[in-house]
């Protein structure tokens, strides 16, 4: 995986988004869930400092605790 692989984004302002994308860095696959910015209206995202990335091996924490995540807003 040469680039990043934009896999959803979510809007958060008009001008500011959550990229959620795979990539990888010194061969290593990473999921990184990112703040993004723009100033030009849309034109072109920055990415922030804020934000979380994941290694493969904690995506099943990650699925585990989303899917508690919706049992309890289903429970609601």
């Known amino acids: 995986m040469a680039d990043s ?3 959803a ?3 958060r302002s008009d001008t ?5 994308s795979l990539s990888e860095y010194k061969g ?3 999921l990184n869930m990112r703040i993004f910015f723009t ?16 290694t ?3 995506l099943d924490i990650l ?7 919706k049992q309890e807003f289903m429970a609601e």
């Open 63 to 69: 699925t585990e605790a989303i899917n508690e995540a």
């Open 39 to 54: 100033n030009d209206g849309g034109t072109t995202w920055i990415p922030t400092k804020k934000g979380v990335t994941f």
């Open 56 to 58: 493969p091996d904690q």
């Open 28 to 30: 290593t696959s990473y």
């Open 9 to 11: 984004t979510i809007e």
């Open 5 to 7: 692989k934009i896999l």
């Open 16 to 20: 500011e988004q959550l990229q959620i």
